[in-house]
């Protein structure tokens, strides 16, 4: 739209996007697990992770792998917090994870998900309430976490935006840095440790376009934490920002020789 040209336009058309993302955080070895898997089931499943912000990508720290007791005491938790959500009928109260937004996307997101079973990948899936569909009339996405994928499996690869999360694990912190920078799409990231060190390292070398330490990786407010893209994430200033309202002016510069040769009598 910003790329066609009105007949009686006389300006380039002003963009400022803040697209999709493929948000990984990161549980080093040090971080309050009961911290970390409060935060990220809502990252993950609130909205029935139809948002741009949502954490896709949980990539844990442990040098002994998967098989780690670090590793699999994070993926205990949190397959069981994700136990706890309710699916339902967002119009009651009790509701925790509602319909997807139409068929297209619960067949794209059900795709990710089948397939990620047919390769033999760990899932723990919640059930869908028999009949909800015909009751609402809306398409359900049960929410589901694959554990073990690698870095380069379509989970942790390719955008879902659907209640999926896949768990990854890297060897060091410099490595789940690593893994999580791969992605081309950068709009959040997220950290839980409780070392200073890696807290500073995670602020320089961390690229996305909000950072988000021990708390989750959704929630940016107008005015109060802006957000916007970076990488393929998006363009333009910050949402929400001051910066913004620069991005809807035309800035104009006028210069002006100061030394004068005599005046012109003004009338």
């Given at each position: ?24 955080v ?24 139809q ?6 990508r ?22 069981n ?6 699916v339902g ?16 996307a619960?067949?794209?997101i059900?795709g ?34 694959f554990?073990g ?32 920078n ?52 998006g ?12 991005q ?9 020789t ?9 009338l």
């Open positions: 739209a910003a790329a066609k040209v009105e007949a009686d336009q006389g300006f380039v058309k002003k963009v400022v996007c803040e697209m999709g993302g493929k948000n990984a990161i549980v080093d070895t040090s971080a309050d697990l009961d911290e970390a898997v409060k935060h990220m089931r809502h990252a993950a499943f609130a909205f029935q992770g948002k741009c912000s949502a954490c896709s949980m990539i844990v720290v442990d040098p002994e792998g998967p098989t780690g007791e670090h590793s699999k005491a994070f993926a205990r938790r949190f397959t917090a994700m136990r706890s959500l309710v009928d967002p119009m009651h109260s009790g509701t925790d994870v509602g319909p997807v937004i139409d068929e297209e619960n067949a794209k059900m990710f998900i089948e397939r990620g079973k047919q390769r033999g990948l760990d899932c723990v899936q919640l059930e869908i309430p028999e009949g909800i569909e015909a009751n609402t009339g809306r398409s359900y996405v049960p929410p589901t976490v554990t994928v690698s870095e380069d499996d379509e989970l942790a690869t390719d955008e879902i935006f659907g209640p999926v999360a896949a768990i990854l694990h890297a060897a060091s912190f410099e490595d789940a840095l690593r893994i999580a791969s992605s081309r799409y950068k709009l959040t990231g997220g950290v839980f440790t409780r070392m200073p060190a890696h807290i500073e390292q995670a602020k320089r070398e961390f690229r996305v376009g909000n950072l988000y330490i021990n708390r989750s990786n959704t929630g940016a407010l107008v005015a109060r934490h802006p957000i916007g893209g970076f990488g393929m994430s363009d333009g200033s910050k949402a929400g920002g001051s910066g913004v309202l620069l809807y002016v035309a800035p104009r510069a006028s210069a002006e100061t030394m004068r040769r005599g005046f012109a009598p003004e």
